[in-house]
């Protein structure tokens, strides 16, 4: 399977907390727009022979763009590679942004899929991490996408965030459920270094809840979604049956995915070696460097089998159902269990890792420790 990401990273205003490769448009769409058919343009003859089953246009806020950009640039994608009839085509979009003009465009561009960045559905706390809409504006977002002709619709959501309680948190997602999103993406706060947020915090100015508050915020969390019928499928996903992200599920199996845009990152089986690149993250050098007819590739690592191997695991291992040992061992030609067998013991012994005929997957409580639970797989 293939993914495509296309990266917009315009944004009306930045978040305290985000480290992302975005930014306030600073008069510069025009020419980002006109550098992204550049590049998919140049891609074009080197993907001519992989079919793309899944699309996200991410962000920033891709809905942030000019009227009919995001419908040019779905135009010029189907025109330049091979996208299934079928594909899986999302969309992020901000709720001030979400307006039904820009989101009917989205739906007759061929975008299936929405993401909304909710966050909060508290305003106090929205505004302490610099979100500019309100609870409301959530509201008439979904209510918007949902005449525009989405069904396929998904919030994130975040606990840990200032001033939070558990309390206000299961109501972020009782709002959530209650309007009958299909998906949730659910991610605790990461302070960043050189963000807004993390220098407040370091200084004093602002103070997040405790560790273990935020822990049994995320517990109460699970337990609230399981009861309404949405499956844990990965470490921060929560989805009905049907409605799980294809693009992630890419991502978390280990599979290509070509990136389009500032700071996009690809990974690809090139002339049999797995390849990881990425681009630019200057603007300018961006577009100048396209302008020019040169991809503004950096950073081109061909990766070794071992190392292959143990990325296949780590992000496998993310997904409540795991490594399936059919798969890894097509690709690899060995089984996971056998290939990490002394990982795999401690790990089971520990009661972290279960291991079935078809698949090793980390518990419940091996997700808890899944960093130290890499460590026994990256040893060997």
């Known amino acids: 399977m293939t993914g495509l990401y296309i990266h917009i990273p315009f944004c009306k205003r930045k978040c305290r907390y985000c480290d992302f490769v975005s930014f306030p448009d600073c008069g510069s769409e025009d020419l980002y727009f006109v550098a992204l058919v550049a590049e998919m343009r140049k891609y074009a003859p080197l993907m001519k022979d992989r079919t793309f089953e899944t699309v996200f246009i991410g962000g920033g806020t891709p809905t942030s763009m000019k009227p009919g950009r995001i419908a040019a640039l779905m135009a010029e994608a189907k025109n330049c590679f091979d996208i299934a009839e079928n594909a899986e085509i999302t969309c992020e979009a901000n709720p001030e942004s979400a307006t039904y003009d820009k989101l009917s465009e989205l739906v007759s561009a061929g975008v299936g899929r929405l993401s909304l960045g909710l966050q909060s559905a508290n305003d106090a706390e929205l505004g302490a991490i610099g979100r500019i809409h309100s609870r409301q504006d959530f509201v008439d977002a979904v209510s918007a996408a949902r005449r525009a002709g989405f069904t396929n619709l998904n919030a994130d959501v975040m606990h840990g965030l200032p001033g939070q309680t ?162 890894f061992a097509e690709r690899f030609g060995a089984d996971p269990v056998e290939h990490y067998a002394p990982a795999v013991s401690e790990l089971e012994m520990e009661g972290w890792l279960t291991v079935t005929e078809d698949s090793m997957y980390l518990t419940r409580r091996g997700m808890d420790f899944q960093n130290e639970a890499l460590i026994k797989f990256m040893e060997q």
Not at 231 to 257: I, M, Q, T
Not at 280 to 287: P, Q, S
Request: overall charge negative.
């Open 166 to 327: 558990g309390e206000s948190y299961i109501a972020t997602l009782r709002l959530v459920t209650e309007l009958g999103l299909p998906h949730i993406s659910s991610y605790s706060l990461i302070l960043e270094e050189g963000t807004p947020l993390f220098d407040d915090v370091k200084e004093g100015r602002v103070q997040l809840p405790d560790p273990d508050d935020t822990a049994d915020m995320e517990d109460a969390g699970f337990e609230f979604l399981a009861e309404r019928g949405y499956r844990r499928y990965e470490v921060s996903n929560f989805a009905k049956p049907g409605f799980e992200c294809r693009h992630n599920l890419n991502y978390w199996d280990n599979g290509e995915y070509l990136g389009i845009g500032l700071n996009s990152h690809s990974a690809l089986r090139l002339k049999g070696e797995w390849t990881r690149f990425n681009n630019t993250d200057r603007l300018g050098e961006y577009i100048n460097e396209l302008g020019e007819g040169k991809l503004p590739v950096r950073d081109t690592r061909k990766i070794p089998r071992d190392e292959e191997m143990f990325e296949t695991i780590m992000l496998g291992l993310r997904k409540t159902a795991g490594v399936p040992r059919a798969a």
